[in-house]
């Protein structure tokens, strides 16, 4: 009896542990499955943000983007990039104490005087932005700045005052809670590379250079990419044109200095580029009014000798609008610099007053003749063939006749106005206009009518108020100045301007340089990994471990189970061997 029991309690206690092993098991087997799936569980990447300033010749936008940060969307070196949101720094009015005159400060060249000023001026925008950007990301976060034809005209005239314009703009990002590493995150940028730049942006936001990558499409090297978008870009200062070219026999060699080579998303290109500093809307029209001047010394030497307010006639605005300003105004500028040693004597002299003509032929011709500066002066020789040399001297392969152009800044925003007028507006997006949908004839109707008609009427008829009356009462001047520029100036010619477009925004974003620059910097902003949830050492250490465990939780189970059941037989088999060895009773026995 006493054996009996000390046999059930045994089986008791290996069926107990048993249970316990079985639980140990199941519970192995369910941490080995969480360890492989939390080693494998791909952590969605952190954010990585830049903010990058335009710093034109006219205004300074402010531009924030993000990307992944580990570059998941890229190759592992380029990033594709995204705009959050963009901010306009506003005009700072400041009132000199002493000659009691009130100057507007609206590009970062404009504080040459006012360098006190430069901090009020960037704060609301860095304000939204340290609103906008998590915490967390702040001293992961660049912040770059990139000045334009405004800093390069500042720094021909006076090297010292942009110096110390950017340093003082680089001590303000330093004490912002972004990342300011380096001084050349503020500084000039060259004419080529914003140039590249705003062709990089247009054709990424267009999806040209990402449809390249995703296609993994094999370029040979003379074949024209004629999915890529050719990039004309009109500033305040300067104009830009980029685009891909024929590289054939009948082209002549591109100059170094007017090519770059760009890697961007596992693809190389080589697209034309060259900015004509001194050639934008605003130096232009300074330009124009200093031969205007030059022009009425040689007819009357004696202008300001003989009249206490002189006035100049100009054909390039509309009659019965007037305009006086300080010739410093005019030859302050490097760009008038030739014209402005034959007025040193004037310079201080009264104001000079502009009075509209409005006539368009003879504005044109004016224009023609401007551009005109450097083939009609014997001093000026051109360093390449005839049929490659622009008006300014500068190589130009041909135009390709089977990619399209994008016109921005300046170009959309003159075109604007001068669509207002025209019949096919009603139909179309005020975002974005396509040369095609304008009849030449009606271009140059309009042209005509914006020249000649008397201000007051174009006032009413151009719907001008106190906000817009500063861009539209120059709307003869800009409108001929551009339409020379890209037909008689770069060449566009006959179906060449049906190619043609003009954007300030695309469905994925703001045209500009800013973009293709900060999509160039992921380039060395290194890519930043999370962390595993668990990192590789661990995980195997506790793999292993938890295997072992498994493993012998295993064999214990097999091997009881088998002793359990080999004891069953065991039981079995002797019972009815005992049964067989039982003596048989017989009736007589039992008598």
């Not at 969480?34 to 954010?47: E, K, Q």
């Not at 000659?99 to 000023?117: C, H, R």
């Not at 978008?229 to 200095?257: H, M």
Request: aromatic share 14%; proline share 4%.
């Amino acid at each position: 009896m006493e054996v009996q029991k000390r046999r059930y309690n045994i089986r008791s206690l290996i069926k107990f542990l048993q249970g316990v092993v079985f639980a140990i098991f199941i519970f192995a087997i369910i941490f080995i499955i969480y360890l492989m799936s939390i080693y494998h569980t791909r952590l969605t990447p952190f954010v990585n943000y830049a903010i990058v300033f335009d710093a034109g010749s006219s205004h300074t936008e402010m531009f924030v983007y993000y990307w992944p940060a580990d570059k998941s969307n890229g190759l592992g070196t380029t990033s594709t990039v995204n705009e959050l949101f963009v901010c306009q720094l506003n005009t700072i009015r400041y009132r000199d104490p002493i000659k009691g005159e009130t100057t507007k400060l609206k590009a970062i060249s404009d504080f040459e005087k006012n360098l006190d000023k430069l901090e009020d001026y960037f704060r609301p925008c860095l304000t939204e932005a340290i609103e906008r950007i998590p915490a967390n990301r702040y001293k992961f976060s660049p912040i770059f700045l990139g000045a334009t034809a405004g800093m390069r005209l500042l720094n021909m005239r006076n090297v010292k005052a942009g110096r110390q314009i950017l340093e003082t703009i680089r001590d303000i990002f330093s004490r912002s809670p972004f990342q300011f590493v380096v001084a050349r995150q503020v500084r000039i940028l060259t004419g080529i590379e914003e140039a590249i730049d705003g062709w990089i942006t247009t054709n990424v936001l267009l999806e040209k250079i990402t449809h390249r990558h995703a296609k993994k499409k094999i370029q040979p090297k003379n074949e024209l990419d004629a999915d890529m978008i050719g990039v004309l870009d009109l500033g305040g200062a300067s104009t830009q044109v980029t685009f891909t070219y024929n590289k054939t026999i009948n082209n002549e060699p591109v100059p170094d200095k007017f090519s770059a080579n760009i890697s961007l998303f596992g693809n190389t290109y080589n697209p034309y580029a060259h900015s004509y500093l001194c050639w934008g809307k605003n130096e232009g029209l300074k330009r124009h009014r200093a031969r205007l001047l030059t022009a009425a010394i040689n007819t009357n030497p004696n202008i300001f000798s003989n009249s206490a307010s002189p006035s100049i006639d100009d054909p390039c605005f509309v009659p019965g609008f007037n305009q006086t300003l300080p010739l410093t105004q005019i030859f302050s500028s490097p760009c008038t610099v030739n014209e402005k040693q034959k007025f040193i004597n004037y310079i201080n002299k009264a104001p000079l007053t502009f009075v509209g003509t409005g006539n368009y032929s003879q504005c044109r011709q004016l224009l023609i003749n401007l551009f005109d500066t450097k083939r009609n002066d014997k001093k000026f020789n051109c360093s390449y063939k005839q049929e490659y040399c622009t008006f300014d001297h500068a190589f130009q392969p041909y135009i390709p006749s089977n990619i399209r152009f994008i016109g921005l800044s300046g170009y959309y925003y003159v075109f604007n106005s001068l669509a207002f007028g025209m019949s096919k507006t009603k139909n179309i997006s005020l975002e974005r206009y396509d040369f095609k949908d304008f009849p030449q004839e009606e271009f140059a109707q309009r042209l005509n009518n914006v020249c000649e008609t008397e201000y007051s009427i174009l006032y009413e008829q151009e719907q001008m108020n106190s906000s817009t009356e500063v861009y539209k009462r120059n709307l003869c001047f800009d409108a001929t100045y551009i339409w020379l520029l890209l037909t008689y100036g770069i060449g566009f010619k006959g179906d060449d301007l049906k190619r043609l477009s003009v954007a300030q925004n695309l469905p994925s974003g703001k045209v500009g340089w800013t973009l293709g620059y900060m999509i160039n910097q992921t380039n060395y902003i290194p890519a930043e990994y999370r962390e595993r949830i668990i990192t590789k050492k661990s995980f195997v250490g506790w793999l292993i471990s938890s295997l072992i465990i498994a493993t012998i939780a295993l064999i214990f189970l097999l091997f009881t189970s088998y002793l359990f059941c080999r004891r069953k037989q065991l039981i079995k088999t002797t019972t009815i061997n005992n049964k067989d060895e039982l003596p048989q009773i017989n009736e007589q026995d039992a008598t």
